[in-house]
Nanobody
Framework: QVQLVESGGGLVQAGGSLRLSCAASGRTFTDYAMGWFRQAPGKEREFVVAISRGGIVTEYADSVRGRFTVSRDDAENTMYLQMNSLKPEDTAVYYC?????????????????WGKGTMVTVSS
C-alpha cells in the first residue's frame, strides 16, 4: 500500500500562486509515477499533470500547461505542484495519485493509489 497526503491548498486571488505538496509513504517512492488530478463541484475528476519515475518525463493538461509545474524530490518522498497565474476555473479539490505505470497515472479510472485531496479556491 502507498499512503499519500496532500497539503498546501487554500484560498488565493486570481493571478496568485500556490504550491501543493504530496507526501508518500508505505512503499518505495522511486518505484512510482506520480500525478495530480482535480475535481470541481459537480464535475468529474480530471487529469492535471503527471511525472514519471525519476522525474524524466512530465505530461500536462492543456488547461494548465505554462502555468503549473510539477516536480518530485525522491530523497524526501514528496511531489510538488507549483501553480502560478491561478484562475477561478482552477478551483477544485486537488488529488495526488501514484501508480507504477506512467500510462495509468494519467487516467482517473486506472490509478492505483489516491490521496484524500486538498481544496484550492481561486477568487475572482
Amino acid at each position: 500500500q502507498v499512503q499519500l497526503v496532500e497539503s498546501g491548498g487554500g484560498l488565493v486571488q486570481a493571478g496568485g500562486s500556490l504550491r501543493l505538496s504530496c507526501a508518500a509513504s508505505g512503499r518505495t517512492f522511486t518505484d512510482y509515477a506520480m500525478g495530480w488530478f482535480r475535481q470541481a463541484p459537480g464535475k468529474e475528476r480530471e487529469f492535471v499533470v503527471a511525472i514519471s519515475r525519476g522525474g524524466i518525463v512530465t505530461e500536462y493538461a492543456d488547461s494548465v500547461r505554462g502555468r503549473f509545474t510539477v516536480s518530485r524530490d525522491d530523497a524526501e518522498n514528496t511531489m510538488y505542484l507549483q501553480m502560478n497565474s491561478l484562475k477561478p476555473e482552477d478551483t477544485a479539490v486537488y488529488y495526488c495519485a501514484a501508480d507504477v505505470s506512467m500510462s495509468r497515472v494519467v487516467s482517473p479510472h486506472r490509478v492505483d493509489y489516491w490521496g484524500k485531496g486538498t481544496m484550492v479556491t481561486v477568487s475572482s
